[in-house]
């Protein structure tokens, strides 16, 4: 496994291709930044055809999703492709901004693209989901390793959710979605395009395209 200790930036330049053994992760206690351009992007694989565990950003300062103020994430992914993980980001108590991006998974098989949990200040645009289990999702219930904790200012505006069993699923189990917005995005043909369920409030659900999804 790789570690990004607090206080530290780990910066992958353009054209790089970052490729991770099965079963092993990287863990952001500080941030990353993964920003590649349009003709020159990223990614993020495993050595094999095995899965590998996906990149975990976790806060170990305090946390950012009950603090005041406005928090502003340093960690950014533009211009990345992720593939052949069983999640590949998960994100806890902080936040991060995906742009330009796209996550694939393997039709079939039990793999997400993004799980978040107790965040604050979620950005993704423009970015395509495809061939997952869950595309977006948290987790709910109790006894997690992780607090569980409501979920702030999670905009997902602009992408495409395509042939998934969950596009957004967010069984939320009495956590509020404060300031959640999902705005022009597709999905198509899922199982599933948006699932969120449970004693919660707050989602706002805007000039999306939902189109031949088996239930909605």
Request: charged share 20%; aromatic share 12%; net charge neutral.
């Amino acid at each position: 496994d790789i570690l990004v200790q607090d206080g530290v930036t780990l910066t992958v330049e353009p054209g790089v291709i970052v490729k991770v053994f099965p079963e092993k992760y990287i863990r952001v206690e500080g941030n990353i930044k993964a920003i590649g351009s349009a003709s020159d992007s990223i990614e993020f694989k495993s050595t094999s055809s095995l899965k590998w565990e996906g990149i975990k950003i976790r806060s170990t300062s305090g946390g950012v999703a009950y603090s005041d103020g406005n928090y502003t994430p340093d960690t950014e992914f533009k211009y990345v492709k992720f593939s052949g993980y069983n999640k590949a980001l998960y994100v806890w108590d902080s936040g991060i901004k995906v742009d330009n991006s796209k996550f694939t998974g393997v039709d079939g098989e039990s793999d997400y693209a993004m799980e978040i949990i107790r965040v604050e200040n979620i950005t993704i645009n423009n970015s395509i989901f495809e061939n997952h289990s869950s595309a977006i999702t948290t987790k709910s219930g109790y006894n997690h390793e992780d607090a569980l904790g409501h979920l702030f200012s999670v905009h997902i505006k602009n992408s495409t959710f395509r042939n998934n069993q969950n596009g957004v699923y967010f069984p939320l189990n009495q956590k509020a979605l404060v300031d959640f917005q999902l705005t022009g995005n597709k999905f198509i043909s899922n199982n599933y395009g948006i699932h969120i369920y449970g004693n919660t409030f707050g989602a706002r659900i805007i000039k999306n395209n939902i189109s031949n999804n088996i239930f909605y």
